[in-house]
């Protein structure tokens, strides 16, 4: 974790905020490498498994490349593509390139960022191979103490064999090695816990970094400051004053052609059981111990641990098809449209599933969690809804209150509330009290979560990341729900693309406590 600024970035510009982030994250380094026989300079490495890919070509290299622009890499970094295809560092660049969003003025360090990189073509399964790439990172560190970082960004098909070949040829022999990866950690109870016990067998957990890219959001990161910094919220925030929490993430796109993926996991496994259940954990744990990573994956482990498993009818499931009516000929198509996933699959694109945490605090009240492709807006978004006030003397008129915490498109906390109409009458109005980011941090630029985790990463923080036992956990919740879905063949419902879902999932929320009004719509303020 880089270390809080105690001054206040409302009106520092992006280039300040930077110089703040920069000097932190020399004193995080700093003290991490304090007691070893490392300095500051020590050379570092960060290898790109599956460097000809998208995730590399659309994530990877452009976060890497941000980073090492804005100088917040630690000095003496060099980059290492790997990947199965016969490839340039040239051919790499021009496959990245739409992605980096360079800047005239940025062409110079642009240069020197491709000049430190190395490419490497190795197949994921051969020995030699790996040897090969050791002795080329072992070249470039000229046998001086250097750092490793691996990123796996790899078919899941290979993460077993190419971890095996990483441990037993291209372990650093006087720094340290991290081993960052990616989902799906297994598609099941059973097949992550294999992949645990895998991983578990040649690193330790302090080697290994489970990204959940949501874990790098700022409204995400912002969920712990918000309860644990603000005597106003923790009071109130239990069973006693809370009706429903709502949890959403929704996508106004299909699967752009990526449907063969998509189609073997579907949306419970690609958004749901990973970062919305991140998310809830965030909301609904106990104030942790302190802010070292295990104290509060420690608090994140015991909420997983107080939810059953799902069970078929605590979930509304969809999948989209074409909307004739739209202007838009990607939205005339359906989910069984693409090319690329199988005929009559019942892969959702769309899931609601309503989840009960068995403990003192939140005994009773619905968490509603829903996600979906295809739909009307883009938007991810937390949601408290507060009761009804007791005792009402207003004739029933009070809408509920709700905190909402909104993690994107445009980051927002913004409290829904009653408020007399301004004027001669007693009449009453909802509003909200509103900290929006673009407009209280106008000259600030958000990190992207990748930037984020990647620095984690370089300073040994695995606050942000999963720890195995919370991934075991969070597999437990839905492993016999998936098996049922997959065995029974269960019908999702179909639904429009480019509507809100199915209306079940309207019914389920109102059967869970959560009242939609539909009389008030938050606006976003002007920028
Ligand atoms: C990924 C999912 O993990 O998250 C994608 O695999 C999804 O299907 C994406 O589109 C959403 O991420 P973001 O940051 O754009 O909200």
Redesign the pocket.
């Known amino acids: 974790m880089i270390k809080r600024a105690n001054s206040t970035t409302a009106d520092k510009t992006t280039e300040q905020s930077l110089a703040l982030i920069r000097q932190s994250l020399k004193s995080t380094l700093m003290d991490h490498l304090e007691g070893t026989h490392f300095d500051g300079s020590i050379p570092h490495v960060f290898v790109i498994l599956g460097a000809s890919g998208d995730l590399a070509r659309k994530k990877i290299y452009p976060t890497l490349w941000w980073l090492f622009r804005d100088n917040l890499l630690p000095e003496n970094t060099t980059f290492f593509g790997y990947s199965r295809s016969k490839l340039t560092v040239n051919d790499i660049r021009e496959k990245c390139h739409q992605y980096m969003k360079v800047k005239p003025e940025e062409e110079g360090k642009y240069e020197e960022f491709w000049s430190l990189n190395r490419y490497i073509a190795g197949s994921y399964d051969t020995r030699r191979d790996y040897e090969l790439l050791n002795k080329e990172l072992e070249s470039n560190e000229k046998s001086v103490a250097a750092n490793r970082l691996f990123y796996l960004a790899l078919p899941p098909s290979v993460f077993e064999v190419s971890t095996t070949h990483i441990r037993e040829v291209c372990m650093a022999q006087k720094g340290w090695t991290r081993i960052i990866v990616e989902k799906p950690f297994g598609r099941d109870a059973a097949s992550s816990e294999q992949l645990s016990n895998h991983l578990a067998s040649l690193f330790t957990e302090e080697q290994l970094y489970r990204i959940d ?1 949501y874990l790098g959001k700022e409204m995400v990161q912002n969920l712990m400051t918000l309860r644990f910094a603000n005597r106003i919220f923790s009071p109130t925030w239990n069973r006693d004053n809370i009706a429903s929490v709502q949890i959403s993430f929704k ?1 106004p796109f299909g699967t752009q052609g990526r449907g063969g993926y998509f189609d073997e996991f579907g949306i419970i496994r ?2 749901m059981q990973n ?1 919305l259940l991140q998310i809830l954990s965030l909301v609904a744990m106990e104030k942790p111990a302190s802010c070292h990573p295990n104290d509060i994956r420690d608090e994140k482990v015991k909420v997983l641990r107080c939810i059953s498993p799902l069970e078929l009818d605590d979930v509304v499931l969809g999948q989209y098809v074409g909307n004739p009516n739209a202007k838009d000929p990607e939205e005339k198509l359906g989910y069984l449209d693409d090319p690329t996933v199988p005929a009559g699959s019942n892969t959702p694109t769309y899931a609601m599933a309503v989840m009960k945490i068995n403990n003192e605090r939140w005994d009773n009240v619905p968490f509603i969690l829903r996600c979906g492709k295809a739909l009307n807006e883009r938007k ?1 978004e937390v949601r408290i809804q507060y009761k009804d006030v007791p005792g009402d003397i207003f004739d029933g008129k009070p809408k509920r209150n709700e905190l909402v915490v909104r993690l ?1 498109p445009g980051e927002a906390i913004y409290v829904k509330f009653m408020t007399k109409s301004p004027g001669i009458t007693f009449d009453m109005e909802e509003t909200e009290m509103d900290l929006t980011y673009n407009s209280r941090y106008k000259k600030m630029k958000l990190p992207d ?1 990748y930037e984020r985790l990647i620095l984690d990463v370089f300073c040994g923080s695995q606050m942000h990341f999963v720890r195995s036992d919370e991934l075991s956990e969070a597999w437990k919740i839905f492993t016999p729900l998936l098996h049922r879905i997959e065995k029974e063949k269960i019908t999702p419902i179909p639904y429009e693309y480019g509507s809100r879902g199915p209306k079940e999932a309207n019914e389920k929320a109102k059967e869970n406590n959560f009242r939609y009004y539909g009389s008030y719509k938050w606006v976003k303020p002007e920028q």
């Open positions: 890219h996508e690609d958004v970062h991810a994107q979560a």
